[in-house]
T-cell receptor, first 114, second 111 residues
């Protein structure tokens, strides 16, 4: 099975711009979660989508949003970028229905805000 | 609020030695995960521990879970350089697909 894929892998944006990141889960996985990793704050949960519905949300401002499509692919959007949004954004997919809630992570998108 | 703490945060050791990384968490959870991250890379799943007393081993790594003590350990036996990486433990947030991660332990193994 192909793993989780994320595009793009690298992005450079300017403060005030917006950005959209994409995540394709492992085939058959219906849950997609997003995490932000920074040196200062570590790994933090952003949100989780299951069957096109947001089920859980972390403590991030409303500038961070996401959605999931009927094929389980997910996008996250960050509007009005700030320097502090520079981070590695990881998505993970899982198949909760199988009883083991293991999450498989993609390679990440490294976002740099200048 | 669920909190996960690892120690030590940095560990430098020699090849051939044994050591243990500790992971404490603050509220009840039945699932604990260990991940490995190499520099600039994503997270690689190492172990999923699902119940009290669970022990899993893969090569030179062994993980265990004590849900009563809210403690998991990752034991490294006869370390080799290839195990140099950052190791994270994570706990499910109240059964949701919402992992709360520890700070990570940066492990450096010197020849």
């Amino acid at each position: 099975k192909a793993g989780v894929t994320q595009t793009p892998r690298y992005l450079i944006k300017t403060r005030g711009q917006q950005v959209t990141l994409s995540c394709s889960p492992i085939s058959g996985h219906r849950s997609v979660s997003w995490y932000q990793q920074t040196p200062g704050q570590g790994l933090q949960f952003l949100f989780e989508y299951f069957s096109e519905t947001q089920r859980n949300k972390g403590n991030f401002p409303g500038r961070f949003s996401g959605r999931q499509f009927s094929n389980s692919r997910s996008e996250m959007n960050v509007s009005t970028l700030e320097l502090g949004d520079s981070a590695l954004y990881l998505c993970a997919s899982s198949s909760p229905g199988q009883g083991v809630y293991e999450q498989y992570f993609g390679p990440g998108t490294r976002l740099t805000v200048t | 609020e669920l909190k996960v703490e690892q120690n030590p945060l940095f560990l430098s050791m020699q090849e051939g030695k044994n050591y243990t990384i500790y992971c404490n968490y603050s509220t009840t959870s039945d699932r604990l995960y260990w991940y490995r991250q190499d520099p600039g890379k994503s997270l690689e799943s190492l172990f999923v521990l699902l119940s009290n007393g669970a022990v899993k081993q893969e090569g030179r790594l062994m993980a265990s879970l004590d849900t009563k003590a809210r403690l998991s350990t990752l034991h490294i036996t006869a370390a080799v350089h290839d195990l140099s990486a950052t190791y994270f433990c994570a706990v499910d947030g109240q059964g949701a697909q919402k992992l709360v991660f520890g700070q990570g332990t940066r492990l450096t193994i010197n020849p």
